[in-house]
């Protein structure tokens, strides 16, 4: 099982949730725009400078900042 933080993930590969760190009121928005425990994310696309980061998840669209994505541990899907 290979742990990263969602940020270090390439494109075109899908991931499972397995954490959500940070500080309270961050990690509650979070949470709350889906990226909960056991759901799976795909990276769509980063823009130019990597900031922000595109993910598909419960059949919609999300950007997340790269500081965000530093907060969501998750496990590559094989």
């Not at 991931?15 to 961050?26: A, C, E």
Request: charged fraction near 35%; hydrophobic fraction near 35%.
């Amino acid at each position: 099982m290979q742990e990263k933080t969602l940020d270090f993930i390439e494109p075109e590969t899908s991931v499972k949730v397995l954490k959500v760190t940070g500080q309270k009121s961050s990690r509650k928005r979070i949470l709350d725009m889906g990226l909960t425990p056991g759901t799976r994310v795909e990276v769509i696309r980063r823009a130019p400078l990597g900031d922000p980061v595109e993910f598909k998840l419960k059949g919609y669209n999300l950007s997340l900042r790269k500081k965000e994505a530093e907060t969501v541990l998750v496990e590559i899907i094989e």
